[in-house]
């Protein structure tokens, strides 16, 4: 599959904090978390609103002594347990606020052999100075509830080398020691069982840029350790000595970063993959190598050589000499995984005779007639009580089988998207259309089914930059977004189908950014801004695309809004001036209305109330909440509110009453999610400590044929939506 750029995961993976913060919160003084105290609360349901998956799964961990017991963890959206009695993933860290959306990303994860309740996760989505330092989760119920220790180091979960072996491993000569292997900072061991954590001497030398420690690994009673940062790149530590070079270990530029190891335990080898890149992406080479830990013999056991390199690696407990490794980056001929029954002498690709069943994530497919075996394929395990059972991740998705031939997605419950944009129709099969990042627009029929008709076509695009339905004409929907074949397109049907416009302007190829139709679905307003930021003048069409005329007046790179009962009216927000533009001409001019507003944070929101004009509320983060009744003429500051960050509209409690109001933000200084029934005079806290999800500033929507119920996007939990309970 071409992945179009900049995928969420590129964009976000680099060092470069510009980047990362076009789809993180901007970093400032800190807000106190959610608290239930901080008004008055109304008990929620919430559930994810299905599609399956969506995310790079980065590691997948079987308990080696407790039967269908399995945890997984994901680069942006926190880890889960599988319940082997419902077929389904369990989430282990929604209970992460707003403070610690950096914790949302898992770097690695470890259990105890002897003790299976205890799992630990150590948490940091981004290693870079405008993050905070990671954390180490420690459970003794199986992640039903944890204990937290701060470390005073940061992690990257979400950065190169994500898709590596576990850099947490329990000591297996004594179950409460843990050592802990950081990019930057060298080695923590912990002697309490995770509570505490200090250095411990290594002798490989951290960089501040370089990738570390790729995985520890234990082979019977001895530990090993990748190093990817150049030099020797496997190391091993004894009870009888400290760390030391593997001696023998193979060299050269397929074998420059070790990228998983698995021992089996019945013919004491232990097998490594590695690579020339950390991954997941840029690997142009890679090798796979046998160690025999009696002898120390070294054997090439390379599957297949080529311009890629290797990933997930995995040992059959139950079957000695049986191993699977994949692939990563072999872009032409698809990642595959390669079997081996006799030690590696022999491999099979699984790919060759896999046949996939994608019925309950048919977005799998990526608009084709078939879906692709995998990409970025970095971690895959073994059941080690069900050989023919293994599971595999990609970049949207875990595969599984039961017999080596039939796959389908084992990803029930595990939902990992990036939501951009939230529209919930007011009329028509669908209750919510969403813009996600990595996976293009979804139109959801059911909210317990992942869309039949996948992600939208006609074209494909990857991450959605704009979506938006004419208020007076719903049939009427656009779309933006990054595409091979086409970055614009339109819907006569709700958002069903889908076609593309018939021409662009030349800058939507390498800077789609947010659109907008009028009340009437008669004009279009496109703006412009390339992924590291930079603004570009907005186009208009009034030929549903067929032409393109540049708005010189509108503020470059602001979101426009269209007004939802006047099809001449237009809104856009400067948030480097302060100053809210309107046009009464269609989008053909924009005039400067309201000044000395918030400015500086490119986040900042201007949304519109339903079946008004020139009713407009300002979410401006820790600026507070602003509204207008007058086209934005004239701007109020909301006393309720400490804090906004984004905001909906949904069916009112009384027929002809003003919409429910719903947003992320705080009183008093308590971030959640809160509703207002009442033109935010007040408001009640509909999500709770146990619901938190890390950040969810970026949108959010109420039903309009349904009071209470609210859709909310997360960065790496995918949709949530929630009921009065």
């Excluded at 030929?543 to 006047?566: I, M």
């Excluded at 929507?701 to 996007?713: E, F, N, S, W």
Aim: glycine content about 12%.
């Amino acid at each position: 599959m071409t992945m179009p750029i900049p995928s969420r995961r590129v964009m976000l993976a680099g060092a470069a904090g510009a980047a990362a913060l076009t789809a993180l919160p901007t970093v400032q003084g800190p807000a106190r978390a959610a608290d239930s105290a901080a008004a008055a609360a109304q008990p929620y349901r919430w559930r994810n609103a299905f599609i399956g998956g969506t995310g790079f799964i980065t590691g997948v961990l079987f308990h080696p002594a407790v039967r269908g017991l399995a945890y997984a963890r994901t680069d942006i959206g926190g880890a889960y347990r599988w319940d082997d009695r419902t077929a389904s993933w369990i989430p282990l860290t929604d209970h992460l606020g707003w403070d610690d959306w950096n914790l949302l990303g898992v770097e690695a994860m470890a259990v105890d052999p002897a003790r299976p309740e205890r799992l630990y996760l150590a948490l940091g989505t981004y290693a870079q100075p405008w993050a905070g330092n990671g954390a180490v989760l420690r459970s003794t119920d199986r992640g039903a509830t944890w204990r937290r220790s701060d470390l005073t180091v940061k992690l990257g979960a979400n950065e190169d080398g994500r898709g590596t072996g576990e850099r947490l491993l329990v000591d297996p000569r004594n179950s409460d020691t843990l050592w802990l292997g950081t990019r930057h900072d060298g080695l923590l061991k912990s002697t309490d069982a995770g509570a505490t954590w200090a250095p411990s001497p290594f002798p490989a030398q951290p960089s501040a840029t370089g990738q570390g420690i790729t995985f520890l690994a234990a082979a019977g009673r001895v530990v090993y350790a990748g190093w990817g940062d150049g030099g020797t790149a496997l190391l091993r530590s004894t009870t009888a000595s400290g760390w030391e070079p593997v001696p023998g270990q193979p060299t050269g530029e397929s074998a420059k970063v070790p990228i998983h190891a698995a021992y089996d335990a019945r013919t004491r080898a232990l097998y490594v993959s590695y690579a020339n890149t950390p991954g997941p992406n840029n690997q142009t080479a890679g090798s796979v190598h046998r160690l025999d830990t009696v002898t120390g013999t070294w054997t090439d056991v390379t599957p297949e050589k080529g311009a890629f390199g290797y990933g997930g690696l995995s040992v059959d407990a139950s079957r000695a000499g049986t191993v699977v490794v994949s692939t990563n980056n072999r872009w032409s001929a698809v990642d595959t995984l390669f079997r081996s029954t006799d030690a590696g002498r022999g491999w099979t690709s699984l790919k060759d005779t896999a046949v996939l069943d994608v019925t309950e994530t048919p977005y799998l497919k990526w608009g084709e007639a078939q879906p692709k075996f995998g990409w970025w394929i970095q971690t895959l395990a073994i059941d080690p009580y069900d050989s023919k059972h293994i599971v595999y991740g990609t970049g949207a998705t875990l595969y599984g089988t039961r017999d080596l031939v039939r796959w389908a997605p084992q990803i029930r419950g595990l939902e990992e998207a990036a939501v951009r944009q939230l529209i919930s129709p007011p009329s028509g099969t669908a209750h919510l259309i969403s813009g996600l990042g990595d996976i293009g627009v979804m139109y959801h029929e059911q909210l317990t089914a992942s869309p039949p008709s996948g992600m939208a076509s006609n074209p494909v695009m990857g991450s959605a930059t704009g979506l938006a339905q004419a208020a007076l004409a719903p049939s009427y929907v656009v779309r933006a977004g990054w595409g091979d074949h086409g970055n614009g397109s339109y819907s006569n049907d709700g958002g069903r189908t889908w076609a593309p416009f018939a021409a662009q302007p030349s800058l939507a190829g390498s800077a789609p950014g947010p659109i907008a139709t009028s009340a009437n679905g008669k004009t279009l307003l496109w703006s412009f801004v390339h992924w590291d930021g930079t603004k570009h003048p907005a186009h208009r069409s009034t030929d549903n695309g067929a032409t393109w005329v540049e708005v010189p007046s509108f503020p470059k790179g602001a979101t426009p809004v269209a007004d939802p009962a006047d099809p001449a009216r237009f809104y856009a927000y400067d948030t480097v001036a302060g100053t809210l533009f309107a046009s009464t001409d269609g989008g053909a001019s924009f005039v400067a209305r309201a000044t000395g507003l918030p400015s500086g944070d490119a986040q900042f929101k201007i949304a519109a109330a339903p079946g008004r004009t020139g009713d407009l509320w300002l979410s401006a983060k820790s600026n507070g909440l602003f509204r207008s009744t007058d086209g934005g003429a004239r701007f109020t500051k909301i006393s309720s509110c400490w804090a906004s960050h984004t905001l909906g509209f949904g069916r009112a409690a009384t027929t002809g009453g003003y919409p429910a109001i719903f947003h992320t933000g705080a009183t008093e200084g308590f971030v959640g999610v809160y509703r207002s029934d009442d033109e935010a005079r007040t408001w009640v806290r509909i999500n709770d400590d146990s619901h938190q999800w890390g950040w969810t500033g970026e949108a959010i929507t109420g039903d309009p044929r349904i009071h209470g119920r609210v859709y909310l996007g997360t960065n790496g939990r995918g949709i949530q939506y929630g009921d009065p309970a």
